[in-house]
């Protein structure tokens, strides 16, 4: 398929959420600095907010998020594809509408794309694409590309959908369509790889009774999809899922190679960021060593006006100093600015509210000293990266299993939701006491251990440089 003396070549593909383009851009640079040249897919909407987001947007780049890197010589090629919708249309407002598109237009676009791209040189070698795309191999049989499944998320998570089967024989899941009305909530001890998990512990959509949303047919397409995949790559760490992913690599090559962040952990200079960040550096200079409790919500989760509420209402209590992230369009509710008027006036000394940020540059700074979270993958890793303990708020999707491996299997973070609603004081008296107390000591112990594997896993024999070079190797002899 390929000449030996030419370089690998790789279409990447990340899935249109910020969370997803974040680590796919930070894995298509690693892979280019190993010898491949790369050709890198954003849809044009994600194409059109990261430029917008840019600060004097207009003439800092155009076309392509990749042209600082490329003046440093690397072979990273940038091409955008339509993903079904014009660019008007509101994605984020419009989820299961938006994801109806990427399952069924989005295919074609992509098709057509890899298509071209087989025509450049040296011909591409292999499809990365990420593991929610239902097409993959589809797109990899009809152009004789190998095909790797990129996984953002734990292994855990990967393999509960991997095994979502077990879990509706079981009676822990619901059938693909109908309504599903008796959950079994006993312990879920049989899928092979996890020791034991509760239901409660699932991903949101495994615990809804309605399995038949558009997302549900995404997901349970991609994991059907996925056993047809050659090589399936994953933003985790060995030493922190070994029996997991053991029992993955049975079933299919997995090779863990995370943590994927970007070259020494600093403010990554390609272009990711879907909204403008606010320079958050100056105000935390000011702040004593550890005091700052940083809360965001991530980049997909809507919020009730209710969960505002209540965040403003224990951070108050806790008297903590804090900065909050408040994403553009992420509350269901018209009255944001009522809702927070009065509560940012009253802060004004301790809190700083803006609407996006350079997370890396804000929880590696020494002033932070503990991170409000909703527990997507990405910003677990950050924080462990910075030492800094979790308090978890999980809204939806993985962030629940996320928050399992955090609280019950690490020991790096606590609650403040399980299920029953917890007391206002009994937070605010959490977080003054991981900020201030044993707690945060306790945990800060913690997180140094699981740091540490993450160090390890990097570092020039480390399990994840191991694995990313054995993939590599093998991708390399699949192409001959
Ligand atoms: C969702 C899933 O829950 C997550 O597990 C999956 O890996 C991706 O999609 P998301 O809301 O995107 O999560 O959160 P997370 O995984 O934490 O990713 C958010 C990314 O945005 C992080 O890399 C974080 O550093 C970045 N971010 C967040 C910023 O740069 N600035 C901000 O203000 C907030």
Redesign the pocket.
Known sequence: MNNDHQKPHAIVIPYP????V?PSVHLALKLETKGFVITFVNTQSIHQQITKSQPNHSDTFGDDIFTDSRKSGLDIRYVVVNDGFPLGFDRSLNHDQYFEGVLHVMSAHADELVGETIKTNPPPTCLIADTFFVWSSMISNKYNLVNVSFW??PALVFTLYYHVDLLRKNGHVGSLDTYFIYNREDTIDYIPGIGAIEPKDLMSYLQASDTTTVVHRIIFKAFKDVKNADFIICNTIQELEPQTISALHEKHPTYAIGPIFPTGFTKSVVAT?LWS?SDCTRWLDTKPPGSVLYV?L????HVSKNTIVEIAQRLLLSGVSFIW?LRPGSINSDETDVLLVGFEEEVKETGLMVP?????EVISHPTVGGFLT?C????IL?SVWCTVPLICLPLL???FT?RKLVVDNWKIGVNVCDNKQIKAEEVAETIHCLMNGKLGDELRKNIEVVKNKLENALSTDGSSQVSLEKFISDVKIKTQ
Do not use: F, K, M
């Not at 959420?17 to 997803?20: F, T």
């Not at 996006?356 to 890396?360: F, H």
């Not at 997507?376 to 910003?379: F, T, Y």
């Open positions: 959420l910020q969370g997803h974040i953002t998320e960021s960040e965001s991530g980049s997909y989760a992230v996006w940020c350079c997370q890396i909703h997507g993958w990405n910003s950050e999707t993985d962030q996320n």
